[in-house]
């Protein structure tokens, strides 16, 4: 039963009332999920429409709160801000510390991160507290309360790979507490974010390719579930594709590893055999790639060392770009033309956006995206020898 509701009383009012009683007779504790819009349907015998409206109108009073394909939630009593002017967010504190973590600290981009980050916020008083979450996310969960409890005034981080959604993110989010995600933004979970533009750089790589007068490009890639960040250059790779009018056939145009086979080689501080293996094959397969996108240096690093395993000449017969770049890669005996994110920058500005939201918990969400730089050396030419024209090559 609904409830005892007249019956001139709109359907979805009707709905609206009977959540409500719940929530002030306190039947579900915070962060408990509501019903879904189709279980209130089927309850009240109306559409999804109007209990998504009775839903919403909730929200709208800050009584729940919505996630994109995970449900409706019951929001902490004194999340309301206008109900409680002086609570302070939680976990802030008097002492000027800020939490950064960061799946691992060995990688440059993590480490330059860090460092463009702790030298803003030096600049401004505070100290830097810095953990790892060893790409674990149980661990990140856990250092996260971890961090709130303590007092530290925010937290920068950068999610563990595969993270879509994050639970104690979105907690930290509503209670207005000051947290800004870096690299990546995780889909349905509002918070303010830095990343480089992952689908620019990507369309530029691919760009330069196509300028060379490469059309059998291949994208290198991990699955896209494992980073938006990794998804938007995915997108990017799709999109100056489509410019030039090239049909995309994703069986013999893109190649993704799975993700624990980019962990293994990471752990191990070498390329894994798994993943590489899967290139190799992928290149046996279809002899007519002359060029390779690789959305990583890891994987760049692999498409080169299959190529020297195959006695596929770069760049005569394979062009080679990545994104990311490593130390000393000028150095390298076939130095990489690749996409150089602006790290320190990243750092930076998530610090300084940081600062602004201690000063101000209540301001909108922002995502701010900063440009990446194209780098041409050695690894990519103008198009001339497919490797299925290769002499020392048969794939037969």
């Not at 996630?67 to 939630?73: E, L, P, R």
């Not at 600290?105 to 702790?118: T, V, Y």
């Not at 207005?176 to 369309?203: F, M, Q």
Request: charged share 20%.
């Amino acid at each position: 039963m609904a409830g005892p509701h007249s019956s001139r009383t709109p359907l979805h009012a009707q709905i609206h009332a009977y959540l409500l009683e719940l929530l002030q007779a306190r039947e579900w504790p915070a962060y408990e999920p509501l019903p879904t819009e189709s279980e209130l349907a089927a309850q009240f015998h109306v559409s999804r429409f109007t209990a998504k409206k009775a839903l919403n109108d909730l929200a709208d009073k800050g009584l729940i709160y919505r996630v994109q394909g995970k449900g409706s939630f019951i929001a902490r009593a004194e999340s309301d801000p206008a109900k409680h002017p002086a609570r302070k967010p939680e976990g802030i504190g008097t002492s000027k510390i800020v939490a950064l973590i960061m799946p691992r600290l060995q990688e440059g981009l993590s480490a330059n991160l860090l460092a463009g980050a702790e030298q803003h916020l030096s600049a401004n008083g505070y100290h830097t507290l810095f953990r790892s979450s060893c790409n674990r996310q149980w661990l990140e969960q856990q250092i996260l309360r971890d961090c709130a409890e303590a007092g530290v005034r925010g937290i920068i981080i950068f999610p563990v790979d595969g993270e879509s959604y994050n639970e104690e993110i979105l907690r930290l989010t509503l209670n207005r507490y000051p947290i800004v995600v870096v690299d990546r933004y995780l889909k349905g979970v509002d918070t303010h974010c830095v990343s480089s533009d992952n689908e620019g750089g990507a369309y530029e790589a691919t760009s330069h390719l196509l300028g060379l007068g490469h059309r059998r490009i291949v994208y290198f890639g991990v699955d896209s579930v494992i980073a938006t960040s990794l998804a938007d250059r995915l997108a990017g790779y799709e999109k100056a594709l489509a410019e030039r009018q090239i049909p995309l056939d994703y069986h013999r145009c893109v190649c993704e590893v799975k993700a624990e086979h980019l962990n293994a080689g990471r752990d191990h501080d070498h390329h894994s055999a798994a993943f590489r293996s899967v290139f190799r094959g992928f290149l046996e397969n279809n002899p007519d790639t002359t060029a390779v996108f690789a959305a990583n240096a890891y994987l760049g690093m692999a498409v080169m060392e299959v190529a020297l395993e195959l006695d596929i000449r770069v760049p005569e017969q394979l062009s080679v770009i990545f994104f990311d770049d490593y130390m000393n890669s000028s150095l390298s005996a076939i130095p990489p033309s690749c996409i150089v994110q602006p790290e320190l920058q990243i750092g930076a500005e998530a610090a300084r956006m940081l600062l602004s939201i201690i000063e101000n918990p209540g301001q909108e969400r922002r995502k701010r995206t900063l440009p990446t730089r194209l780098v041409v050396r050695s690894s990519t030419a103008v198009v001339r020898q497919a490797i299925s024209q290769s002499p020392a090559l048969s794939f037969e």
